[in-house]
């Protein structure tokens, strides 16, 4: 039936009304907070893009991972800046390393707070790529197979430093099988693992970079992260790391790619984290900071739309705020 027997704006007219058929809840559980936690101790540096996000040492790390988890946000996501960096990464899988040695003082203070430590290599190695590298210097690239090893061995040392998921983010092909299965053989069966497995090479991981200090010192990413015109193959990538044993899966970013998260969702019936990344907040924040939007309306619009379009789960440097807004909204 169509108007005048139908009217859509009957369900509208009050706040209750709109409360009983809203189709997507937003919820301190569906946030996950990424932290950044440098070597040393007594350490907070600002970062210049990305407004009110700091490199935490350790023991802030473990203070604002305390905020977090007292405002209901059940999961941090936790990035490594070491002191050292070498041509293979080798810090990764270091078990004294600066992300071991945080999931350890974070689970012991904070035993119920999921702790998801970024599994790749690109924060700890010399040259910044991803992985380890083949070929003279213009020419090299990243080996994608001689990778894999380096990897495993590094989801094994999050694992016993105890982790509560496993996150690779590199985007080499047949990763998550080669982790499932080093974590299996050292007796982690239980352990998840959620696979960055559409991460596109997006301009919009920007401040994230200099939050990490993780620049490609030559080139770029463009041989392993997808390009941003491809859906199909996204779907690719989340098929064929369901099959390597992903136990969730991740699209990133998440504003430009809501299509992208749509999809998977549809197609794999997994549940599916979306990255609201660096660039994306560093939006929001100049354009408040510019009085051109209220953050506080656009940031919760953008966390639903987020969760609308298929995600069960956002990563967003918005977390603490968006977890106090909601809380006075109850
Ligand atoms: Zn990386």
Known sequence: MSFPATRLRRLRRTGALRGLVRETRLDASDLILPLFVTHGSDRREPISTLPG???????????????????????VLLFGIPADKDAEGSGAWDDEGVVQLAIRAIKEQLPDLLVIPDLCLCEYTSHGHC?????????????????????????VSHARA????????????????????ALDDEGFEDLPILAYSAKFASVFYGPFREAAD?????????????????????????????????????????????????????????????YN?????AMVKAAAAAGALDERATVLEVLTSIRRAGADAVITYHAKDAARWLSEMD
């Open 131 to 155: 992985g380890v590298l083949t070929g003279s210097h213009q020419a090299a690239t990243v080996d994608n197979d001689a990778t894999l090893p380096l990897l495993a061995r590094t989801a």
């Open 162 to 181: 105890g982790a509560d998921l496993i996150a690779p983010s590199d985007m080499m092909d047949g990763r998550v099988g080669a982790i499932r299965a």
């Open 53 to 75: 996000v700091e490199r935490l040492s350790i023991e802030h790390a473990v203070a604002e991972a305390a905020q977090a988890a007292a405002l209901g946000i059940p999961a």
């Open 214 to 274: 993780s620049t490609p010192a030559s080139g770029d990413r463009r041989g392993y992260q997808m390009d941003p015109a491809n859906g199909e193959e996204a779907l690719r990538e989340v098929l064929l790391d369901v099959e390597e044993g992903a136990d969730l899966v991740m699209v990133k970013p998440a504003l430009p790619y809501l299509d992208v998260v749509r999809r998977v969702k549809d197609a794999t019936r997994m549940p599916v984290v979306a």
């Open 277 to 281: 990344v660096g660039g994306e907040y």
